[in-house]
């Protein structure tokens, strides 16, 4: 502990004063930082809080909400990550990807009524599943259930999960159309980028409207939606000027979704996926350009004359001065033409120089060496930042399976929740929107649909199911599969679903009728070496024929009714 002047002057005229006031000072310097250990403060907590670290005090961070931390920077952080999306190939990659991985050619419909709510046979939920599935199939499939005509139900759900990861957010409107001899269904999908949600002509937030979305209580009620795109090429009016829409209309209809991923708790808009990574994607695109060039420029022989003088090296004499047509001539028309200023190798060319000329060729060193491995290490924090690993982001598998498997589990359990996040916040509010028009219309038969909450939700459980996940070695994963589904571990509809990506309901009559055909004309496979030969009858029966199979007659041939 350092005296100071006090302590100094006391114990030069009371020494034994001096000594006590010293030993005070230390015990109260002790209990002071033992204190602060027990806080969190200098000594103890977090190394990395102001003032605790030399190396960090220059790290401003300051505690705000999540509307401070984004609202404000969102402008910006869209347009660049658009432009990576556009002309960064590995920012491309990484938003592509994504798309193409959690939604690729559309998350389908599977209806999962529940049996015991409705007092269904299993029968009965099976003949009512294929019915409304055909059904929301006309509508889903038909490009006329999109406002501008642009894309079918699934094409949306590409493209909302593609705004969600470059912009931050979308949102989906609802709105009536006309129905048509077509589609008989006046629900229309209009999917909207996020730049046209905002406060009415710009004004700053408050605490009941950020970032164009009103709330009331903390819950939101509606938001304001521009016109047109601000930044569109039309500029007459203001851009900014718009109309609110209620999130849930009047009659308890949807009138808006809000598609984005919720890093924090009360925050308003989300943020772009590529954000975190963003100024680095920026970084390597140009050096990786900066390289290119150079290689390219090294591709070329570059030679410099070097002359007593200094100044350009003299013409090739014997060539035409394209100027004035005659001989060039040393010291004359020195810049009128080709053969007077410059000097062109060519394959097997011998050119003479002038007396005191040099040719030094210039060998700039590209490609770098270390460019490969720099890019690598880079690229690691890219994968990581990205939740897909180097290997999917540049598209490269070239280590180990057991590495390339794990690293495609890794970023696949990411896949499936931004195609979970699609599911939910697309995907199903759409659905019990149009089957609520769809039973109000008769084209779904649910009774109790507008009477009972309960009901309502038994009949618009569903399950969204998209392209299968791949598989790097398919015969031991078919194989894994099938030692599940024996087992009783796993249904044969989930296990088509994850390893074909495609409907084990749907197909199952084709699978029938191919079975009888084989059957009938011995085309069965052999069985293999020591497995158990089938019975001879014990083909599966025919659902067509009550006789044989009376447990799956449909609820009408039983003389049921579908009733909660």
Same mark, same amino acid.
């Given at each position: 502990?350092?005296?100071?002047i006090?302590d100094?002057?006391?114990g030069?005229?009371?020494?034994?004063?001096?000594?006590q006031?010293?030993?005070?000072?230390?015990?109260?310097?002790?209990?002071?930082?033992?204190?602060?250990v027990?806080h969190? /403060?200098? #000594?103890?907590?977090?190394? @990395?809080?102001s003032?605790?670290?030399?190396?960090?005090?220059?790290?401003?961070?300051?505690?705000?909400?999540?509307? =401070?931390?984004?609202?404000?920077?969102?402008?910006?952080?869209?347009?660049? !990550?658009?432009?990576?999306?556009?002309?960064?190939?590995?920012?491309? !990659?990484?938003?592509?990807?994504?798309v193409?991985?959690?939604? #690729?050619?559309?998350?389908?419909?599977?209806?999962?009524p529940?049996?015991?709510?409705?007092?269904? @046979?299993?029968? %009965?939920?099976?003949?009512?599943?294929?019915?409304?599935?055909?059904?929301?199939?006309l509508?889903?499939?038909?490009?006329?259930?999109?406002?501008?005509?642009?894309?079918?139900?699934?094409?949306?759900? *590409?493209?909302?999960?593609?705004?969600?990861?470059? @912009?931050?957010?979308?949102?989906?409107?609802?709105?009536?159309?006309?129905?048509? =001899?077509?589609?008989?269904?006046?629900?229309?999908?209009?999917?909207?980028?996020?730049?046209r949600?905002?406060?009415?002509?710009?004004?700053?937030?408050?605490?009941?409207?950020?970032?164009?979305?009103?709330?009331?209580q /903390?819950?939101?009620?509606?938001?304001?939606?521009?016109?047109?795109?601000?930044?569109?090429?039309l500029?007459?009016?203001?851009?900014?000027?718009?109309?609110w829409?209620?999130?849930?209309?009047?009659?308890?209809?949807?009138?808006?979704l $809000? $598609?984005?991923?919720?890093?924090?708790?009360?925050?308003?808009r989300?943020?772009?996926?590529?954000?975190?990574?963003?100024?680095?994607?920026?970084?390597?695109?140009?050096?990786?350009?900066a390289?290119?060039?150079?290689?390219?420029? !090294?591709?070329?022989?570059?030679?410099?004359?070097?002359?007593?003088?200094?100044?350009?090296?003299?013409?090739v004499?014997?060539?035409?001065?394209?100027?004035?047509?005659r001989?060039?001539?040393?010291?004359?028309?020195?810049?009128?033409?080709?053969?007077?200023d410059?000097?062109?190798?060519?394959?097997?060319?011998i050119?003479?120089?002038?007396? #005191?000329?040099?040719?030094?060729?210039?060998?700039?060193?590209?490609?770098?060496? *270390?460019?490969?491995?720099?890019?690598?290490?880079?690229?690691?924090?890219?994968?990581?930042?990205?939740?897909?690993?180097?290997?999917?982001?540049?598209?490269?598998?070239?280590?180990?399976?057991?590495?390339?498997?794990?690293?495609?589990?890794?970023?696949?359990t990411w896949?499936? @929740?931004?195609?979970?996040?699609?599911?939910?916040?697309?995907?199903?509010?759409?659905?019990?929107?149009?089957?609520?028009?769809?039973?109000?219309?008769?084209?779904?038969? *649910?009774?109790?649909?507008?009477?009972?909450?309960?009901l309502?939700?038994?009949?618009?459980r569903?399950?969204?199911? #998209?392209?299968?996940?791949?598989?790097?070695?398919?015969?031991?994963?078919?194989?894994?599969?099938?030692?599940?589904?024996?087992?009783?571990?796993? !249904?044969?509809?989930?296990?088509?679903?994850?390893?074909?990506?495609?409907d084990? %309901?749907?197909?199952?009559?084709?699978?029938?009728?191919?079975?009888?055909?084989?059957?009938?004309?011995?085309?069965?496979?052999?069985?293999?070496?020591?497995?158990?030969?089938? %019975?001879?009858?014990?083909?599966?029966?025919?659902?067509?024929?009550?006789?044989?199979?009376?447990?799956?007659?449909?609820?009408h041939? %039983?003389?049921?009714?579908?009733?909660?």
């Amino acid at each position: 502990m350092k005296l100071n002047i006090v302590d100094r002057l006391v114990g030069a005229l009371d020494p034994v004063r001096g000594a006590q006031r010293a030993k005070a000072r230390a015990q109260l310097a002790a209990f002071e930082g033992a204190s602060a250990v027990m806080h969190g /403060g200098p #000594g103890g907590g977090y190394t @990395s809080t102001s003032g605790a670290d030399p190396f960090l005090r220059r790290w401003a961070a300051v505690p705000r909400s999540a509307e =401070a931390d984004t609202l404000r920077h969102l402008p910006g952080l869209r347009a660049q !990550s658009r432009d990576l999306a556009r002309n960064n190939p590995i920012a491309a !990659s990484a938003i592509n990807t994504a798309v193409m991985r959690a939604i #690729g050619t559309g998350l389908a419909y599977s209806a999962q009524p529940h049996i015991a709510t409705l007092g269904w @046979s299993e029968a %009965q939920a099976e003949d009512w599943r294929g019915e409304v599935q055909a059904e929301f199939s006309l509508y889903a499939d038909s490009k006329d259930c999109s406002w501008d005509g642009d894309g079918n139900f699934y094409e949306q759900q *590409a493209l909302a999960l593609r705004t969600v990861l470059e @912009s931050g957010d979308g949102f989906t409107v609802l709105p009536d159309g006309k129905r048509t =001899a077509t589609m008989p269904y006046a629900l229309r999908l209009q999917l909207l980028e996020a730049d046209r949600v905002g406060n009415p002509f710009g004004k700053p937030d408050d605490p009941n409207v950020c970032g164009g979305i009103r709330r009331v209580q /903390g819950r939101v009620q509606s938001v304001h939606i521009y016109h047109r795109h601000p930044g569109g090429v039309l500029r007459t009016g203001n851009a900014y000027a718009g109309e609110w829409v209620d999130v849930i209309g009047s009659s308890g209809r949807r009138r808006v979704l $809000h $598609h984005f991923i919720k890093l924090r708790p009360e925050q308003p808009r989300g943020v772009p996926h590529l954000a975190p990574v963003m100024g680095l994607f920026k970084l390597i695109g140009d050096y990786t350009d900066a390289e290119v060039k150079a290689a390219v420029i !090294s591709a070329f022989l570059t030679v410099f004359i070097e002359t007593e003088s200094g100044a350009g090296p003299a013409p090739v004499f014997g060539l035409e001065d394209t100027a004035s047509g005659r001989p060039a001539v040393a010291g004359q028309g020195a810049a009128s033409g080709f053969a007077a200023d410059e000097v062109a190798l060519g394959p097997a060319a011998i050119i003479g120089l002038a007396k #005191g000329e040099k040719a030094n060729v210039v060998n700039p060193g590209r490609p770098n060496p *270390a460019f490969g491995p720099f890019l690598d290490a880079v690229l690691d924090q890219l994968g990581a930042g990205t939740f897909m690993g180097r290997e999917m982001l540049m598209k490269r598998y070239s280590t180990s399976y057991v590495a390339a498997r794990a690293a495609f589990l890794d970023a696949w359990t990411w896949l499936r @929740s931004i195609r979970a996040m699609v599911a939910l916040s697309h995907s199903q509010p759409i659905l019990e929107t149009w089957m609520a028009e769809a039973v109000a219309l008769g084209r779904v038969r *649910a009774p109790g649909f507008f009477a009972d909450p309960r009901l309502r939700w038994a009949y618009t459980r569903a399950g969204w199911h #998209g392209d299968s996940q791949g598989s790097i070695n398919p015969k031991d994963e078919v194989a894994a599969y099938v030692a599940a589904r024996d087992a009783r571990l796993i !249904s044969n509809e989930r296990a088509e679903w994850e390893l074909f990506g495609t409907d084990w %309901q749907a197909g199952y009559s084709t699978k029938l009728s191919e079975h009888r055909k084989m059957e009938r004309d011995g085309m069965l496979p052999v069985p293999k070496a020591g497995a158990a030969a089938p %019975q001879a009858g014990a083909a599966p029966a025919d659902p067509a024929d009550p006789e044989e199979n009376p447990a799956t007659d449909t609820p009408h041939q %039983q003389g049921a009714e579908i009733t909660p």
